[in-house]
Nanobody, 132 residues
């Protein structure tokens, strides 16, 4: 069974940086694809970045491309989301999610789009608030 715990959220000013972490436990097979999602008040949850934890390939939403970076530590048990040049619209609850890779084709295909309903495990989330 996979268990995810996010940390690192907080209140920052526009232009600042923040690094979120997601501590993961459980069989690697069930967390081969991991994603970072966020949900702002009154808005649908959106995917902002995913990583194929076995191979390291990443993909980002256009809204954060060039500002946010996903990485993992050498044990592949901690996922990080480095957020730079934060803007007001980045204010949201950030969550990490995990699921097994797809069989055949790109292992995490389509897992950035939508609300992330295909993910099987979610963390509790960590709040990020950006102010001017």
């Amino acid at each position: 069974q996979v268990h995810l715990v996010e940390s690192g959220g907080g209140s920052v000013q526009a232009g600042d940086s923040l690094r979120l972490s997601c501590a993961a436990s459980g069989p690697t097979y069930f967390r081969a694809c991991m994603g970072w999602f966020r949900q702002a008040p009154g808005k649908e949850r959106e995917g902002i970045g995913i990583i194929y934890t076995i191979g390291g390939a990443t993909q980002y939403a256009d809204s954060v491309k060039g500002r946010f970076t996903i990485s993992q530590d050498s044990t592949k048990n901690v996922l990080h989301l480095q957020m730079d040049s934060l803007v007001l619209d980045d204010t949201a609850m950030y969550s990490c999610a995990a699921r097994p890779a797809l069989a055949g084709g790109p292992p995490c295909a389509g897992m950035l789009a939508g609300r992330g309903d295909e993910y099987t495990t979610w963390g509790q989330g960590t709040q990020v608030t950006v102010s001017s």
